[in-house]
């Protein structure tokens, strides 16, 4: 079996196919091999679950994905990667590759379609720039128990991170209605090829079975946390009222008194039940 991570073995790999490193779609490879056999075992893959791997690149994480997994679909947007990834992972009779935009899938119908009767699974070193509509793809498919990434370690953070902090936004909001984060450890930039100029972490998301607290109306949840956090330096009201055109800042005063807040409270310090006790207020 082909060391993937070997430098020598990749360039010469990638020198025989004519492949070119673009940075437009932030291609970083893996050269580091204890990186890719410590995310696929922290993504839980096994042989009762399919894979869903978004963005192969050379195949180091594909590899030992197949080595543990039922089944691997691996969707590549590079299509000059095709005859690198026959020789790195081609011979894997349980991996399925797909030359495709991620973000132009119906990945719930892809998770049906191609892992019938196995624990459908998300796993990817995700180039930075696509991070967040990947994620958000991911989450609102509802499709997987648990989606295991690579991202630039700030990003992690962010989705990590508790109210009331730098780090917390609405995309936090958003990732921890969905799913409970929490960061596994972080990947230096010597470990890739080319190297990045930020470090990595891998992240994983069990993803909810339910949401976290009852909610009435989940769009407008999600228009109050938008609208919370879109002028951060303004108090609720002044952020609700340029969010909510249609109420009066003097009636969105009361409402937010009325669930328990001082006027003068910020949206960056609600947490997801004081959110959604003020969203369900707003629906009634």
Known sequence: MLNLCDVKTMKALLEEAGFHFSKSKGQNFLI??????RIAEESGADAASGVLEIGPGFGALTQQLCLRAGKVVAVEVDRSLRPVLDRT?????????LFADALQ?????LTRERFAGLRPLACANLPYYIT???????????????????????????????????DYSAFTVFCQYHAIPEILFDVPPSCFLPQPKVTSAVLTLKTRTEPPCRITDEALFFRVVRAAFAQ???TLPNAL????????????????????????????????????????????
């Open 105 to 109: 899938l119906d990945l719930a119908d």
């Open 132 to 166: 967040s509509p990947v994620l958000t793809k991911l989450l609102e498919s509802k499709a997987f128990a648990a989606v295991t990434v690579m991202v630039q370690k700030e990003v992690a953070q962010r989705i990590c991170a508790a109210p009331g902090t730098a």
């Open 32 to 37: 580091a091999d204890w990186v890719p056999g």
């Open 241 to 284: 009222a340029a969010g909510f055109p249609e109420m009066t800042k003097d009636a969105l005063t009361e409402l937010i008194v009325s669930c328990g807040h001082k006027p003068t409270v910020r949206g960056e310090t609600l947490s997801i039940p004081e959110f959604a006790a003020l969203a369900n207020r707003l629906a009634e």
């Open 232 to 234: 951060r330096r303004k």
């Open 89 to 97: 992972v081609g011979s894997f009779e349980n991996l399925e590759i």
